[in-house]
Structure formats: structure tokens, C-alpha cells
């Protein structure tokens, strides 16, 4: 899926949220981000499109993902890496193995239930 989507005006490539945030709201502030409010990044409405700061931004998504989570395996507390937040289920290497292992198992049967 593509993060967002691109118009070409005048031969430059630019962010579509940019463009109509521009065209509804006004200029966007040096340096700062438009946020898609419902995090849908290819609902370009106006109303769903709010210009913050980088800061402000930053910890909106910090919120949404929290730094800590619990391994789905074994249940101890990790803190994933920031880009990582939203996915990482588990702590260790040997916990996403065991995770994996077990996401096999369930498709195989999913499969065999589905063949007779």
C-alpha cells in the first residue's frame, strides 16, 4: 500500500495531504508536518488534515504506540524500536521464532479444515 499519495504540478513531484491542506487551510508553517487525523494516510479530506509540529506530531504517534509492550510469547516487557512500535509483538529473537512457529501451526490447520 502506498504511504501517500503524489500529485505533479509544474514538474515537481509533491505530497497530495500538502497540496489540499494548502488549498483548504493556508500555508503550512516552516517546518511542520500535516497530520492525517483518522491515520488513514490516503484520506485526504480537509477536514481530516491538521498541520502540527514536528514535536506535537512526534508525540501524537508516541501515544498511539506506546514505548513498552508485552512479548506475546513469554508476557515480559519490551521497548521495540521506534519504527517498530506499531508491529513488534515480540521481545527476542528466539520469542518471534516461537511466534512464528505457532502462526504455521494455525495456518496449517486453517488449511486442512479447509481440504476435508
Excluded at 500529485?7 to 483548504?24: D, F, M, P
Excluded at 512479548?71 to 529473537?93: I, L, N
Aim: hydrophobic share 30%.
Amino acid at each position: 500500500m502506498p504511504r501517500y499519495k503524489k500529485l505533479k504540478i509544474a514538474g515537481k513531484t509533491l505530497s497530495a495531504h500538502r497540496v489540499i491542506y494548502e488549498q483548504h487551510h493556508g500555508p503550512i508553517p516552516t517546518g511542520w508536518h500535516v497530520h492525517h487525523i483518522d491515520g488513514d494516510p490516503l484520506n485526504n479530506d480537509p477536514a481530516n488534515l491538521q498541520a502540527l509540529s514536528p514535536r506535537e506530531h512526534s508525540r501524537l504517534h508516541n501515544d498511539r504506540h506506546p514505548r513498552v509492550k508485552a512479548c506475546e510469547v513469554c508476557g515480559r516487557d519490551f521497548e521495540p524500536p521506534p519504527t517498530k512500535r506499531k508491529r513488534a509483538k515480540s521481545c527476542s529473537p528466539e520469542c518471534a521464532r516461537a511466534l512464528m512457529s505457532a502462526a504455521a501451526v494455525k495456518r496449517e490447520a486453517a488449511r486442512r479444515a479447509l481440504v476435508g
